[in-house]
């Protein structure tokens, strides 16, 4: 049985929250749009997902398509690898090589084998390919080999202690499906060996998946997710008070409680998302390191936590603190006046770029994080985009000022921040510093987490307390309705959704 970090299969990642359509949501239709199979589970979340295919897609829309394809490796309760899944079993057999084994006789839905071969192009596809999302962390793997049908040997230039907590975020393709249908194709028909099939979808409105009767593992209790989406957090309420969908994602503090009023069962879990600020410190203003520190003391997150969140959120300090319940050693806390010094009559034109239907009340986020610069004596001026098209112009360099999203460490390990945005060459790239490069390769090289910790420390306390390139908020505590006699559909921290035991 596949599971997630909570003991559950890794069925999604609502980390950026990818959700899904109800026809209602800036698109038209009937509201009461889903399945009229009852057994079916009408699922509705957010925002339409930008991309089913997980070699190219930002891991937010997850939430749809790991319900068909499923990671190499599954994790625990404790966020860590175990030997349940498509890998059973791995050793480090040096420094720089690791040995893989995998759970025989499993196909794809399409009739290919899901044996080594697949997983080494998968893994390769995700070292190279131009569309990869995680490619940056794969930049160190020399090869990937098969040298028979279960087993994979990973080899590395250095020592990388976070190879099998990678391989929990990578998920497996067939390999002719996908060179066949490239990214777009495989986005529009994705085929995996998870425990659902690809049952269709009406573009801007809804996608479907069914039951898979040939899974290896144990089979779901439901025939299938219908999928649909509404940005609205009003939306989502009334769409689950009316009956219309069985659960109702990414509901806001103020629609949790008036779901609770109502009598609907609202489970609530605090996230490892952590909503963050990047400062674009290689062009103006946030090139010049006196403006970075004014606009890090500006911003007051207990306030946002407070005034937005009503405290349903956890205010954070840090940007390698990964697991919920962590703060780093070394923080900023906010201070308006100083940070007014800083800037002095200068009136510095920025930013503040945000995706406004992709997190909980993000448009009243970056609105609070643009009113804090302005005191400080910024010229502030919004920049709202689709998801979609903000993470395109992060990964392209093309932003400047501020720009907030969800950080979301769909590995439980430091590395996956440090790699994945303090690194030059990362998915932000904002803040180069050869330094932190350094210091990113050297705490990879120790035998594990713990043993790099200290490194880890020292990482965040350059990115976020003396250079300011980083503006953690807060880790998000995320709520979702489940209609009535609605049950078994379980989120976990790291963004992840497991419908299997969902029934209604």
Sequence with gaps: ????????????????????????????????????????????????????????????????WATVVEPLINTDSNLEPERTGIITDWTRTSPTKWTFTMRSGIKFSNGEAA??????????????????ILKTYFANV??????????????????????????????????????????????????????????????GREISVKANPDYWGEKPANTGVTFTWATEASQRLALLQSKSVDVSFDLPPAQADQAKKAGFKVVSTESAMKITGFLETTKPPFDNAKLREAAALAINRDEIVQGIFGGKAVADSGLLNVKPGTQPTAKVTADLDQAKQLVGSSAPAINVTYPPAQYTNMKEVAEAVGAS???????????PLDYGTLVKQVAGRQLNGLFIFGAVPNVAVPDFFASGFMKSVSITGNCPDPEIDKL????????????????????????????????????????YGLGSGVDGVVYGPLNSVDFTNATR
Excluded: W
């Design 115 to 132: 044996d080594a071969s697949a997983v080494v192009d998968t893994l390769l596809l995700t070292r190279d390919a131009d569309t990869s």
């Design 142 to 203: 020399t090869s990937v080999e098969a040298p028979d049908d279960t087993t994979v040997v990973v080899t590395t230039k250095r020592p990388q202690y976070n190879i099998p907590n990678l391989l929990t975020n990578v998920y497996l393709v067939p390999p002719k499906y996908y060179k066949e249908k490239g990214p777009e194709g495989f986005s529009a028909a994705p085929v995996g060996t998870g425990p659902y099939l690809f049952a269709g979808s009406k573009p």
């Design 440 to 479: 990113v390769a050297k705490a990879l090289e120790q035998k594990g987490t713990e043993a790099a910790q200290g490194i880890y420390d020292e990482l965040n306390t350059i990115g976020v307390v003396q250079k300011h390139c980083y503006i953690p908020l807060y880790k998000q505590i995320y709520s």
């Design 1 to 64: 049985m596949i599971k997630n970090g909570l003991t559950l299969r890794r069925l999604a990642g609502v980390a950026a929250a990818a959700v899904m359509a109800v026809g209602v949501a800036g698109c038209g239709g009937d509201s009461s749009a889903g399945s009229s199979d009852t057994s079916d589970i009408r699922a509705l979340l957010n925002a339409q997902p930008a991309t089913l295919d997980p070699i190219a897609g930002a891991r937010s829309a997850q939430v749809v």
């Design 373 to 383: 610069l302005e005191q400080a004596g910024f010229k502030v001026k919004y920049q």
